[in-house]
C-alpha cells in the first residue's frame, strides 16, 4: 500500500469517527519523511482529542505547532490546544494558547474562521479569569470580525458590562437584540439569547428607572465550561460555535444593582 494511499485511508476514518483506526494509519505515515510531520502529528492529536485522550492530544498539538510548515495547521494547533485546555478548566493556558492563535493569524495573514473564533474563546478565558474589560474588547473585536459571532459577542459583552458596573452601557446592548435574526445565525438560538437578554433588559431598565424590586433574580455570571461542547461542534480546520451557559454573578456586584433599585 503507498503512504499517499495509507494517508487518505486515514483521513476517511477520520472523516468517518473512526479516531482509533485512523490513528493507527497516521502512525505509520510518520515513517514517510515526505509529509508534513507536523501535520501528521496534528491528525494524530485530533484523534486522541475525540478518544478523551487530552493530556496526549496536547503533547501532539505542540509538536504539531512546532514542526508544521503549513500556515493553517499551526494556527489549528493552537486553536486546538486552547480549546482542551479551557475544558479542563486552565483559563490562564488557555488563553496563552488562543493568543498564539491570534498572533499567528495576524503574523502569516491567516485571519480565517479558525482565527475569528480564537478571538470569541480568547475573549471567554479572560471572562472567566475576572478580567472583565480586557474581555470587553476582545468580544468586540469578535463582533466586528464574524457575523456568526456578532450575536453572541453580544450577549457575552452584556454580562461583562454587568459585572464592572456599567449597567447604562449594558442595557444599550440589550436593545440591540431588538433587530431581527441575522443572516446565517441560527434563529434559534438568537430566540434563546434574546429570551435571556429580555429578562436582563426589564431588570436594567427597573433599575435604571428608580423603580424599587420586591425581588432581584440572580443575573448571568461567568460561562460555565462543563457545557460548552453542548454548543460548539467544532472539526480540525473548521469551526462553529454557540456561546457557553452562564453561571452565577458575584455578590457584590448583585449588591450594586439592589443600590440602584432603591
Known sequence: MGNDTLFHQALTLEYEGRFAEAFELFQKCFADPTFDEGDISFHCGWCLENEKKQHQALMLYAKAAELTRIPSCKLNSYFRSGWVLMHEKDFVKAADMFRYA??????????NETYEHAVYWYALCLESQGLYLEALKWYRLAQAASMQLDPESRYRQIVCLNQVGLFDDALNVCLTFDAPTPDDFDSQRYETLRHE???????????LTGQRLSTICDPVGRPSVDSLSRHACLTPYR?????????????SVSARRRALCN
Do not use: D, F, W
Open 102 to 111: 491570534i498572533e499567528y493569524g495576524e503574523l502569516v495573514h491567516l485571519q
Open 197 to 207: 437578554v429580555r429578562k436582563e433588559r426589564e431588570m436594567l431598565e427597573a433599575c
Open 239 to 251: 469551526t462553529s460555535n454557540k456561546s457557553a451557559v452562564p453561571a452565577r454573578r458575584s455578590e
